[in-house]
């Protein structure tokens, strides 16, 4: 069964740049998706970006549309999230989790992740 290991989190003021990575135990497939959500206390998770692991396609939030970048190194079985020009909206618990089989129109929703990491926190202070 494939783990996911967010790291990378940490406080930032508003404006910074942090970078969260997903390392998989094993390699994902050519039909899965890498995806990143984010959940504060008393919402629901949503998604913020995701990236198709092959093809490279990538989809993105709205609100984080031009100031986060999802990557991957194939090589390293990880997947990144660059977040730059960060705000204080941006401050909660970010995750990684995997989708086999999402197509364009089902790849931000969430029911289509079937494994997920434990979660880092990312703090942006004002």
């Known amino acids: 069964q494939v783990q996911l290991v967010e790291s990378g989190g940490g406080l930032v003021q508003v404006g910074g740049s942090l970078r969260l990575s997903c390392a998989a135990s094993t390699r994902p497939s050519t039909s899965d998706s890498v995806g990143w959500f984010r959940q504060t206390p008393g919402k629901e998770r949503e998604f913020v970006a995701a990236i198709r692991w092959s093809g490279g396609g990538t989809y993105y939030a709205d609100s984080v549309r031009y100031r986060f970048t999802v990557s991957k190194d194939m090589a390293k079985n990880t997947v990144y999230l660059q977040m730059n020009r960060l705000k204080p909206e941006d401050t909660a618990l970010y995750y990684c989790?995997?989708?086999?089989?999402?197509?364009?129109?089902?790849?931000?929703?969430?029911?289509?992740?079937?494994?997920w990491g434990q979660g880092t926190q990312v703090t942006v202070s004002s």
């Open positions: 989790a995997r989708a086999t089989g999402a197509i364009s129109s089902t790849i931000r929703n969430i029911d289509k992740y079937d494994h």
